[in-house]
């Protein structure tokens, strides 16, 4: 197990143990972050208590993160980021033709990082205005992304309803996916392609012109 604490078990413990790279902490930090704000409200969350599971001292998570604002904000930007990598639309291929894979990628996300994925969405929750920017901007670069994929698809050209529409469309359509996968992660129960065909046609139906 990789730990920054020396040790006084046998050689192979010892030889097996390694000091975990700075980024390599910073990540094990996040986790345990994602866990805890996906578990409990922002206030209920103590930063003592991510440095006791962590095992690090206070005094080295703070070297990372200056207050519990940052640490927040970084672990809903950090989910945020993740989001944006695996669901970038491939270029060169219509919208139409990749959006069950998409939805499968993200999908696939969800079920393998609920804990993030919960914790990215109770950021609005916080009340805190730094982590609310932070979810807000993630939010926008998501709804940017899929508004710029549906866009530059030369088979959705003069189907797409106005921009302002448009807009309003798939900012819908983001709330319903996270209302959607929330709850398939609360009951697990409904078949992941159902879900994925739900939110399929949901789209479709949000971005069809009036």
């Known amino acids: 197990m990789a730990t920054d604490r020396g040790g006084t078990g046998t050689s192979g413990e010892r030889t097996a143990r390694r000091r ?3 980024e390599e902490r910073r990540e094990q930090l996040l986790g345990v972050g994602a866990r805890l704000f996906a578990q409990h409200p922002y206030d209920d969350v103590w930063i003592e ?3 006791e599971i962590a095992g690090v001292s206070r005094g080295l998570l703070y070297h990372y993160f200056p207050t519990k604002r940052d640490f927040f904000a970084a672990v809903v930007r950090r989910e945020s980021e993740r989001m944006l990598r695996l669901t970038a639309a491939v270029p060169g291929v219509p919208v139409l033709d990749q959006l069950g894979t998409g939805l499968d990628t993200f999908l696939d996300y969800v ?3 609920a804990e993030g994925f919960r914790a990215f969405h109770r ?3 916080a009340g ?3 982590v609310r920017a932070v ?4 939010l926008a670069a998501h709804e940017a992304q899929i508004r710029a994929a549906l866009a530059a698809d030369p088979q959705l050209a003069g189907r797409l309803p106005a921009p302002d529409t448009l807009g309003i469309a798939v900012r819908g ?3 319903f996916l996270v209302a959607v996968c929330l709850d398939w992660l609360d009951r697990p129960g409904l078949p992941r392609a159902q879900v994925r065909d739900l939110c399929a046609r949901t789209l479709l139906g949000a971005i069809a012109a009036g």
Not at 135 to 138: A, L, N, T
């Open 49 to 51: 208590q991510v440095a």
């Open 20 to 22: 975990l790279s700075t």
């Open 128 to 130: 805190d205005p730094t």
């Open 123 to 125: 950021a609005e929750a």
């Open 135 to 138: 979810y807000r901007e993630g």
């Open 111 to 113: 079920a393998t990082h």
């Open 173 to 175: 359509w983001l709330a």
